[in-house]
């Protein structure tokens, strides 16, 4: 998604796969948004949000409310070889929302320059098969 808001709502039992990558907000002029309202949505790999997501402080957000997220690794603010990234991503769990990483981790803040955000409210979760890495790179 590389610019404005996308929204799966799940409302009437929607679900959505993706056998790859997902990256949210990943051009350098443009914020963007998932919503996932009442929904199921997997990936087979990285689910990244703010990939090189620009130099001005740009926030691309996943927000899931009342949702399930499936995915092998979760980046949040990866600089993708951007000199200069500056990039707040935001990711928040609301309702009874989980997302599980079954692959290698999950790395917040992964490079310089980033500057992540992971809410969990109220009866929400984050598993990860594999580590979590915080502030991996400055």
């Known amino acids: 998604i590389g610019g404005g808001t996308v929204l799966f709502d799940g409302t009437a039992g ?9 990256w949210v907000g990943h051009t350098v002029s443009n914020a963007a948004s998932l919503i996932l309202s009442n929904a199921v949505f997997t990936n087979s790999s990285w689910l990244a949000v703010g990939r090189g997501n ?7 957000t996943l927000k899931l409310m009342n949702s399930t997220n499936v995915c092998a690794n979760l980046a949040l603010g990866y600089w993708n070889n951007l000199v200069g990234n500056l990039q707040k991503p935001v990711m928040t769990l609301q309702g009874a929302s989980a997302t599980l990483v079954t692959g290698g981790g999950i790395n917040l803040g992964e490079s310089a320059g980033s500057s992540a955000t992971l809410e969990i409210l109220d009866s929400s979760t984050v598993r990860a098969a594999g580590r979590v890495r915080v502030g991996t790179a400055g």
């Open 54 to 60: 620009g130099t001005s402080g740009l926030s691309a």
């Open 14 to 22: 929607q679900a959505g796969s993706v056998a790859g990558e997902v």
